[in-house]
Structure formats: structure tokens, C-alpha cells
């Protein structure tokens, strides 16, 4: 079993940046290839970006390549997503999940537990 708690999802406004965190507690975190994904009000579950468990290969949604990087600190069981460049769009409850499978880095279906969710809206 592993815990996720995201934070730093806030009120921001079109341009700005921000850093979500995802605290990790239960298992060995560094066994774990960490997802972060989104959703907005009557939209699916968006893929964002993943990040290997090495944290040396990273991988992002089309929507968001460029503007937000994925990080991770083993040390401090820690993933986080660095956002910049806001949009609107890019409003929406942002979560971070993992898994231990390799592959389908994109499909929440391949994650095996996630957070509860932290609220990003960005105002224009």
C-alpha cells in the first residue's frame, strides 16, 4: 500500500507558474514510476506527464510539453510537477498516481494508487 497527498494546487493567474508536490509514505517509493494526470469538470482523466523511478526519463502530455516539468527526490519520497506558463485550459484537479507496471505510461488504468487530488485553476 502507498500513500499519495498532493499539494500546492492554488488560485493562480494565466502566465504564472506554480509547483504541485505529491508525498509519498508506505512502500519503498523508488520502486515506483510516478503519473501525474488531470481532470476537469465533464472531461476524462488527462494524462500530464510520468516520470521513470530513477526520475532520469520523463514523458508529458502533447497539451503541456514544454510548459511543466516532472521531477522526483527518492531521498524525500517526493514527486513533483513544475507548471509554467499557465493557461486556463490548464484548469483542473490535478493527481498524481504510481505504479510498478512498465509501458502505457499514459493509461490511468496502469496506476495502481493515487492521491486525492489538488484543485489548479488559473484565471485569464
Known amino acids: 500500500q502507498v500513500q499519495l497527498v498532493e499539494s500546492g494546487g492554488t488560485l493562480v493567474q494565466a502566465g504564472d507558474s506554480l509547483r504541485l508536490s505529491c508525498a509519498a509514505s508506505g512502500r519503498t517509493f523508488s520502486n515506483y514510476r510516478v503519473g501525474w494526470f488531470r481532470q476537469a469538470p465533464g472531461k476524462e482523466r488527462e494524462f500530464v506527464a510520468s516520470?521513470?523511478?530513477?526520475?532520469?526519463?520523463?514523458r508529458y502530455g502533447d497539451s503541456v510539453k514544454g510548459r511543466f516539468t516532472a521531477s522526483r527526490d527518492n531521498a524525500k519520497n517526493t514527486v513533483y510537477l513544475q507548471m509554467n506558463s499557465l493557461k486556463p485550459e490548464d484548469t483542473a484537479v490535478y493527481y498524481c498516481?504510481?505504479?510498478?507496471?512498465?509501458?502505457?505510461?499514459?493509461?490511468?488504468?496502469?496506476?495502481?494508487?493515487w492521491g486525492q487530488g489538488t484543485q489548479v485553476t488559473v484565471s485569464s
Open positions: 498516481a504510481v505504479t510498478t507496471a512498465s509501458g502505457l505510461w499514459y493509461s490511468p488504468g496502469q496506476y495502481d494508487y
Open positions: 516520470i521513470n523511478r530513477s526520475g532520469g526519463i520523463t
